[in-house]
């Protein structure tokens, strides 16, 4: 007789549901992860930058300076138009303090903050970007709504559209760790990338970034930070020390892929001879010999104009005259004489 425990548990209709679910949830968190980055959930769109667009620093409560930073773009602090600096700030733009453009500029922003948060729907990322899969993410929209970091390097990805719009949205804190690096591959533009901070961003010691900030709060670009892009703050300062600050413009003639120039060269034609005119003897010349009155010949045509006097006629028949320059001719050539064309007649030949 056989016990029913000497036999393996056999696993009942709940387990089996039980098993199955709990599968299925594996299965689907196992998805999340490895397509993370891979792919947004909505098409990212360009943001209405308005006249943010010439600030690479825009603060509502003053920018604060250490050491040398070179400011690539204008500079500006409304309402509160102050500006600390401890150091020395080497700028190419306008230092607009806190004037009509700088207020204009922090309307703007505000209009940008809010675009920026409101696209979607958005891939939810892990808190720490170098976390995703290849590091490497393409354009999108992408969301964690505790807060974004970046620990490590992370590769943006246009795919060959230069025109690619990437957004990341926190629900808290932007913080990159020291020496973090941001890649921009594929055609892919700093004027094109985005992140929108509910709180603070915080860059760290000689990390790489890319793109444009709209921090609702205070922005902080620690030693040696260097920046491709925007640090636009809504409701508090901005600190620097000792960075490189770029405001980025888009290619207005994205780069596309070069193919070969097949140029043919125009066939030569060779020149039509040119027809031989008539030759003119240049005015002023002197006349050929004229009409001899005794038997001579009549004169070439003179150079001269046609009151120009020529030299004597020859001595054929008498004394000739003077020709008188135009095309004349002899009547009539003695009987037996021979027209030489040299202005004298020339005898018959004897006869034997």
Request: charged content about 10%; glycine content about 16%; some cysteine.
């Amino acid at each position: 007789m056989t016990s029913v425990l000497d036999h393996g548990r056999q696993p009942t209709r709940t387990t089996w549901l039980a098993g199955g679910v709990a599968s299925t949830i594996l299965l689907a968190a196992v998805g999340l992860i490895s397509t993370a980055g891979t792919a947004a959930a909505a098409a990212a769109t360009a943001v209405p930058q308005g006249t943010t667009q010439s600030f690479a620093v825009l603060a509502a409560t003053g920018i604060t300076n250490t050491g040398t930073t070179t400011i690539n773009g204008d500079t500006g602090s409304f309402p509160e138009a102050s500006l600390t600096d401890n150091g020395t700030i080497v700028q190419t733009g306008v230092a607009r303090g806190g004037d009509g453009v700088a207020q204009q500029a922090q309307s703007d922003l505000d209009v940008a903050y809010l675009d920026t948060a409101g696209q979607g729907p958005a891939d939810q990322v892990p808190a720490d970007l170098a976390d995703v899969d290849a590091r490497t993410l393409v354009p999108g929209v992408y969301t964690n709504p505790t807060s974004l970091s970046l620990t490590g390097p992370l590769t943006l990805d246009a795919q060959g559209d230069p025109t690619a719009v990437f957004v990341f949205q926190s629900g808290s804190t932007l913080i990159t760790a020291s020496d973090s690096t941001i890649t921009l591959i594929g055609g892919a533009q700093a004027c094109n990338v985005f992140w929108q901070v509910t709180s603070s961003a915080t860059l760290g010691t000689n990390s790489t970034f890319v793109g444009t900030v709209y921090a609702n709060t205070a922005i902080e670009a620690q030693t040696g930070a260097v920046v491709q892009g925007r640090l636009l703050a809504r409701n508090a300062a901005v600190t620097l020390d000792s960075n490189v600050i770029t405001a980025p413009a888009c290619a207005t003639t994205p780069p596309t892929s070069s193919a070969p120039v097949t140029t043919s060269a125009a066939p030569t034609t060779s020149a039509a001879p040119t027809p031989a005119g008539p030759t003119t003897t240049p005015a002023g010349g002197p006349g050929s010999p004229g009409s001899t009155t005794g038997g001579g010949t009549s004169g070439t045509p003179g150079g001269g104009t046609p009151t120009g006097a020529g030299p004597s006629g020859g001595n054929g028949g008498g004394n000739g005259t003077r020709g008188t320059g135009v095309f004349s001719q002899v009547g009539t050539v003695p009987v037996g004489s021979v027209d030489t064309g040299d202005g004298s007649a020339a005898g018959p030949p004897s006869t034997r």
